[in-house]
């Protein structure tokens, strides 16, 4: 592991890419020399990541407006607009590795933050640009049913990206802590988050904020997140129809617990209960 913040001078100064499956895999190296400006504005309907080896430029979307350098990581998140502006003076080397959505969906699952963060800091590491090495030369030779393990290799290095930019846990404060038990049990009672706020003493911008800031996830997204786990557990029971579900769950109606649990998981309750249970 190289140092943080030290530049790599040793990388070849060429683009070098590939691409396989209808470019549902792709892995490569850009390289942009000095004197040249390069705006990307381009989207795409995949999730891929970018990692600043040299250089550093502006990224800016509907959220998001700072600049980046050696070290940090773009996240693509898909059909999102956005603007990556690379600074006109200076070389800028990347490595880009592109995958489908439930790639990202299983880091997702796996505790990486939902489409929060278009940029973040990991450093730079030798052996996460040894494995894009690697990545790219199986993508330019494997043939396509050898692919399986190159698609695990790209999981692994977007996951330590991930893992090296990952923020030490924030400690919840007694106030949120209550928040979280209220949210997160007795769906069948509608919970008001002003009500909420104001019997935790707190105006509700501040309670938003710090539950936010402490839990990584809105109060109401929170709520659902945590309703839609009750859900697929009480699916497991096949002696439950999806009807009395929606009843425990605190949906007016079977079509409310479905177009919900749709949105959050991909797939019907019936379709995830012939598929887990």
């Not at 993508?139 to 695990?152: G, H, K, V």
């Not at 049990?185 to 509608?190: A, L, N």
Request: glycine residues 6%; hydrophobic residues 35%.
């Amino acid at each position: 592991m190289c140092d943080r913040n030290r530049p790599l001078p040793d990388l070849p100064r060429r683009t070098r890419y590939a691409f396989r499956l209808q470019q549902q895999l792709r892995c490569g190296f850009w390289h942009k020399p000095a004197g040249r400006e390069e705006v990307n504005t381009r989207q795409q309907a995949d999730y891929s990541v970018i990692y600043i080896l040299v250089g550093s430029g502006r990224y800016r979307d509907a959220e998001v407006d700072s600049t980046f350098g050696p070290g940090d990581v773009i996240q693509r998140f898909p059909n999102r607009p956005r603007e990556i502006r690379y600074d006109a003076d200076n070389e800028a080397i990347q490595l880009a590795v592109g995958v489908p959505i439930p790639i990202y969906d299983a880091l997702v699952l796996g505790g990486v933050p939902p489409s929060t963060r278009a940029l973040f800091r990991a450093g730079l590491h030798e052996h996460l640009i040894a494995q894009g090495e690697q990545i790219l030369c199986e993508l330019r030779n494997q043939p396509d049913d050898m692919l399986f393990e190159t698609l695990a290799r790209m999981h692994r290095l977007i996951a330590g990206l991930h893992r090296f930019g990952h923020d030490a846990p924030v400690a919840r404060s007694p106030e949120i802590d209550h928040a979280c038990a209220v949210l997160g049990t007795d769906f069948r009672t509608p919970v008001r988050l002003p009500d909420l706020a104001a019997q935790l003493n707190l105006s509700y911008t501040t309670f938003r904020r710090l539950f936010t800031n402490q839990v990584r996830v809105a109060p109401g997204d929170y709520r659902v997140q945590r309703r839609t786990e009750y859900v697929q557990e009480l699916l497991c029971d096949r002696d439950l129809s999806i009807t009395e579900i929606a009843a425990r769950a605190g949906y007016r109606d079977l079509f409310a617990l479905s177009r919900q649990f749709r949105r959050q998981t991909g797939m019907s309750p019936r379709r995830f209960r012939e598929r887990y249970a």
